[in-house]
């Protein structure tokens, strides 16, 4: 079983809608979560980092649930520039700061 | 501030071939990791310093893989010799510290194994 799981999409939603996108990890010593995306041909870059308290930035929603060990992503107004792939990020702080991704979600956005 | 940079940016080669990557990272940044990124993939740590000394390598093919960061500021990962399920993107990445700061990725290496 891998680590980091996602389901890989991709998700083609229009304009405007809202979206989200699930991840569960397997090792409940994971202590750090995060949402990275990466564009096509690109390097990946923080989206935001995931709290137990759940996070809000702009129209992105992070909530995380350790006793489900399940991450979420939400976003709403969905934008044509959204389009990307979206990185669940886990780490186990057991030597280092080693960042285990999952295979990511490819998103669509249409006008 | 300028970024994470890699070279080269493409790289051909045939099997049993060798071939190096250069990643320079963010001034100041103390970590350095290597990642490997199969295409439909995430990223696969490969290796990561912490200054000049490696904090975790326990999923870089020793047989073929090596890397180093003699001087705790630039890094080079080399194969040697390539196999065909090599090729990927190997991309750099730097953080201030171990611990809870930010990665920030170079653009990688895209390399192909013929």
């Known amino acids: 079983r891998k680590e980091v799981e996602q389901d890989p999409g991709p998700f083609n939603v229009p304009e405007g809608a809202t979206v989200a996108f699930n991840c569960t990890y397997s090792?409940?010593?994971?202590?750090?979560f995060f949402w990275y995306r990466q564009d096509c041909r690109k390097e990946p870059k923080l989206l935001m980092s995931?709290?137990?308290s759940g996070n809000e930035d702009g129209r992105f929603t992070a909530q995380l649930n350790r006793a489900s060990q399940y991450i979420s992503l939400l976003i709403r107004d969905s934008k044509l520039s959204d389009s990307a792939t979206y990185l669940c990020?886990?780490?186990?702080?057991?030597?280092?700061?080693?960042?285990?991704f999952g295979k990511g979600t490819s998103l669509l956005v249409t006008p | 501030e300028a970024g994470v940079a890699q070279s080269p940016r493409y790289k051909i080669i045939e099997k049993r071939q060798s071939v190096a990557f250069w990643c320079n990272p963010i001034?100041?940044?103390?970590?350095l990791y290597w990642y490997q990124q199969i295409l439909g993939q995430g990223p696969k740590l490969l290796i990561q310093?912490?200054?000049?000394?490696?904090?975790?390598d326990s999923q870089l093919p020793k047989d073929r893989f090596s890397a180093e960061r003699l001087k705790g500021v630039d890094s080079t990962l080399k194969i040697q010799p390539a196999k065909l399920e090599d090729s990927a993107v190997y991309l750099c990445?730097?953080?201030?510290?171990?611990?809870?700061?930010?990665?920030?990725f170079g653009p990688g290496t895209r390399l192909t194994v013929l």
């Open positions: 990020v886990v780490n186990i702080t057991h030597s280092g700061y080693a960042l285990n």
């Open positions: 310093f912490q200054n000049n000394g490696v904090v975790d």
């Open positions: 001034s100041g940044h103390a970590t």
């Open positions: 990445a730097s953080s201030f510290h171990r611990g809870m700061s930010e990665q920030f």
């Open positions: 090792n409940s010593a994971s202590q750090s």
């Open positions: 995931v709290y137990s």
